[in-house]
């Protein structure tokens, strides 16, 4: 088990570019979550799924930002018309079960907007 | 507003000696209270947890004190080590009647341990 795996590590886009990520999560983890920080901040919630259900949305999560879970395996994150705010590392974790909130992150993907 | 709140920016320590972290809360309906490290440029990885049903637990050199009366939560690492160097988050979730994907984090503590 290599833990939660993002790719890529970093991308630099354009302004009004679009941009997908890629989460796979422990493979035995039934919940996946996608948290954003940018700098000098913790990790904030976006989205989480259980299964291939988006179950919670955050505020945060306007409607250029889409996510899916295909089969309840990998999490893609897309950001339509990315705007220099979208500036941040996006992470992902996971966890096998309701209620068991220490979640295993991945290392992030780091998003520059230009 | 936050409602997590990590009033320290950073926090050194001398190797050997107590590390103390500390963390406040506004929410009363938060019950589980975190505690996250995270190393430059890698995810936070999960420390230590306490429900509000308790005050303390302990693993190993880390023990978290929770204060419900004042809001109040403490990370504390005796002895440390160089290696406890990293920013730490507290994180907190609500109540099952709220978020079951949110956790609520600090905006983290920045702890060196000098040899």
């Known amino acids: 088990d290599t833990g939660v795996s993002q790719d890529p590590r970093h991308k630099i886009t354009k302004r009004g570019q679009n941009v997908t990520f890629r989460c796979d999560p422990i493979?035995?983890?039934?919940?996946l979550y996608w948290y954003r920080q940018t700098l000098g901040q913790g990790p904030e919630f976006l989205t989480y799924f259980q299964n291939e259900a988006q179950l919670e949305k955050s505020r945060l999560l306007s409607n250029r930002f889409s996510a899916e879970r295909p089969k309840g395996s990998f999490s893609t994150l897309e950001i339509q018309r990315t705007e220099q705010g979208d500036s941040a590392m996006y992470l992902c974790a996971s966890s096998p079960r309701t209620g068991h909130y220490g979640y295993t992150f991945g290392s992030g993907t780091r998003l520059t907007v230009v | 507003d936050q409602q997590v709140k990590q009033n320290s920016p950073s926090l050194s320590v001398q190797e050997g000696r107590i590390s103390i972290l500390n963390c406040d809360y506004t929410?009363?309906?938060?019950?589980?209270f975190l505690w996250y490290k995270k190393y430059p440029a890698e995810g936070p990885t999960f420390l230590i947890s306490?429900?509000?049903?308790?005050d303390k637990n302990e693993d190993g050199r880390f023990t978290v004190f929770l204060n419900k009366s004042a809001k109040h939560l403490s990370l504390h690492i005796v002895p440390s080590q160089p290696g406890d160097s990293a920013v730490y988050f507290c994180?907190?979730?609500?109540?099952?009647?709220?978020?079951?994907?949110?956790?609520?984090f600090g905006k983290g503590t920045k702890l060196s341990v000098k040899p």
């Open positions: 306490i429900s509000s049903i308790k």
């Open positions: 493979s035995e983890h039934n919940r």
């Open positions: 929410n009363s309906m938060f019950d589980y």
């Open positions: 994180a907190a979730r609500e109540h099952a009647g709220g978020s079951q994907g949110n956790l609520i």
